[in-house]
Structure formats: structure tokens, C-alpha cells
């Protein structure tokens, strides 16, 4: 971050310093963000990969500043986990996610999840709005940072009203394997720079392959992400895998259009 000027003294990384000051000036208008309305969730199907039929969508929060337009989630996200904004924000999404007439996946921040509420927040939102706990899954992230006693009973605790329990991006973060045998788990999401390996080769395929041996060893379900071609598709489902999402399916919509798609695909 600091790097030597030209007369030997140290400077400041101009790019690193107007990111900082960008961030705090983003974390105050993320404040008020939710208030003003300018924050909504677009929903993006999750199919069966061998007919293509919707079984849920991935709610997907979006934000349209007012004067600098649409910022995306990766970068407004972390900022808003630092300020701890993320925990009535992510209550917000869930809340928007249990009112849509389909089954939705949610993401939830490891600190949302360390909230002393979280268990009794999220049980709140689907009595309000009537849903079916098995109606929910929760989308978490691999981190240190969940791996801890309080964090594991509270998805312990949602698992037991019929939640269901999702590890997002796997195989990119901390320590997988051990991670698996301590978290109440019952979908694996294959993340999908895994899926952009798949080429037909069998070096390609290896990382997906093991993934998917592994969830039906420990009778897991597995999601597959990012999926954008046929070519993709087909050999996902060749090696077993469950369910998909991706851009050859759909992006992520208005919750009106993905709802239509599962009243088409009741129908036929
Ligand atoms: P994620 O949970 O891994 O979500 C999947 C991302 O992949 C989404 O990016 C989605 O739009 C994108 N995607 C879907 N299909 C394709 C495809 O075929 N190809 C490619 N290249 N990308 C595809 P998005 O919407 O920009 O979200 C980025 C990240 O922001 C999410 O990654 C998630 O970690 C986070 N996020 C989004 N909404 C929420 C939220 O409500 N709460 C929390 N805590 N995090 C959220
Ligand atoms: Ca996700
Ligand atoms: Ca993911
Ligand atoms: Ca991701």
C-alpha cells in the first residue's frame, strides 16, 4: 500500500487512499439507502439440470445510487458487512425474498449470522409472511469466521424448522473439507469459476468431479453456478450434478418474470 517515491521517501498509493475515502462516502449513503428506496433484489432461477424446470430462484441485491448509478454488489456488500448495515439490509432481502410466490435462496453474511437475533430475526420474517421454512435456503459463504460454536448451533437451530442450508462459492474458501463435517449442510454450490473450467476434458472436469463424488457421499445436493453454455450443462449433468443456474438459463430478473417461468413450467 505504501510504495517509495522517486527521492527515496515513502508515499501514500494515491489509488488505495481514494479507495478508502470512496468507501466511507459509499457507507454513509448505503445508511440511507434502504429508506430512500433505492435498494431492490432481482431473482435468478436455479433449474434441474435434466429438464430445465425452476425449483427456487437466488435473491440478488442490487442498488441504484442516486447520482452515480447502479453499484454492484461486490462492492457495496463488504463495506456494508464492515458497518454492520449488512444485518438490517440482509433482514430487508430476506423479508422481499419470503413475500415472492416461489421458493427463494438468500445469502446471508457471516456477520449477520453472528447477530445474537439471527435465529429469532429469520424465524420472524417467515411467520409474518406465512411461508414454508422448506421454502428457504441459505446461501453462506466458507469462512473462518462461521466457523464457530454460536454460529454452527444457530444454523443448527434453523435446520431444525426445515431451513435448508447452502455452502455458496465451494471449493474457493477456507478450509472445505473440515469445515463440511462441522456446519449442518445440505446443499453444496460448485462456485463458477470451476464451471468456466469445464471444456471436456477430463482436467477441467476434475475439480467439479470431486466436488460432486463428495456431496453424494455425505448425500448432499449440488448446485451448480455461472453455467453459460449447452456444452456446460451437459457435462455438469453427465458427472451427476443436481441443479443449476447461469446466464444459459437466465439471468437474474424482476421476481414478476420468475414467477411467470414457474407458473410456464407447472403448466406443462
Ligand atoms: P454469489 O452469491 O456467488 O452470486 C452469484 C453471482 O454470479 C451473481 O452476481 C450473479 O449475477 C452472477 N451470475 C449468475 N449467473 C452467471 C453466469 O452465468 N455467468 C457469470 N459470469 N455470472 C453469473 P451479483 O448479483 O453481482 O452478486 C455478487 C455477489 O454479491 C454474490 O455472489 C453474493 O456474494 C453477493 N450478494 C448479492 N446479494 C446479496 C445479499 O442479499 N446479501 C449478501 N450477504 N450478499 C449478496
Ligand atoms: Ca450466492
Ligand atoms: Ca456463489
Ligand atoms: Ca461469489
Not at 466458507?142 to 471449493?171: C, P, Q
Not at 438459463?249 to 420468475?258: N, Q, S
Amino acid at each position: 500500500s505504501k510504495r517509495a517515491g522517486s527521492h527515496g521517501c515513502v508515499v501514500h498509493d494515491p489509488s488505495l487512499t481514494d479507495r478508502r475515502a470512496d468507501d466511507a462516502l459509499l457507507s454513509e449513503d448505503l445508511d440511507h439507502a434502504l429508506d430512500r428506496g433505492e435498494l431492490h433484489v432481482l431473482y435468478q432461477p436455479i433449474v434441474t439440470l435434466a429438464d430445465a424446470r425452476p425449483v427456487a430462484a437466488e435473491a440478488l441485491l442490487r442498488w441504484q445510487h442516486p447520482t452515480r448509478g447502479p453499484i454492484p454488489p461486490d462492492r457495496f456488500i463488504p463495506i456494508a458487512e464492515r458497518s454492520g448495515a449488512i444485518a438490517r439490509i440482509g433482514l430487508w432481502v430476506l423479508a422481499e425474498a419470503a413475500a415472492q410466490p416461489f421458493p427463494t435462496s438468500v445469502n446471508i453474511s457471516p456477520r449477520q449470522l453472528r447477530e445474537p437475533t439471527v435465529v429469532h430475526d429469520i424465524l420472524a420474517v417467515l411467520h409474518r409472511t406465512g411461508r414454508d421454512p422448506r421454502d428457504l435456503i441459505l446461501e453462506i459463504t466458507e469462512s473462518a469466521s462461521v466457523d464457530g460454536e454460536t454460529v454452527i448451533g444457530a444454523l443448527r437451530t434453523l435446520r431444525t424448522h426445515g431451513i435448508r442450508i447452502a455452502i455458496d462459492d465451494f471449493g474457493t474458501g477456507y478450509s472445505s473439507l473440515q469445515y463440511l463435517t462441522r456446519l449442518p449442510v445440505d446443499i453444496l454450490k460448485i462456485d463458477r469459476s470451476f464451471v468456466a473450467e469445464l471444456n471436456g476434458t477430463p482436467g477441467g472436469a476434475a475439480v467439479t468431479e470431486a466436488i460432486i463424488h463428495l456431496a453424494r457421499a455425505l448425500t448432499l445436493t449440488t448446485v451448480a453456478e455461472g453455467i453459460e453454455t449447452p456444452a456446460q450443462a451437459a457435462e455438469l449433468q453427465s458427472l451427476g450434478c443436481d441443479k443449476g443456474q447461469g446466464y444459459l438459463y437466465a439471468e437474474p430478473l424482476p421476481a414478476a418474470d420468475v414467477a411467470r417461468t414457474f407458473v410456464a413450467s407447472a403448466a406443462e
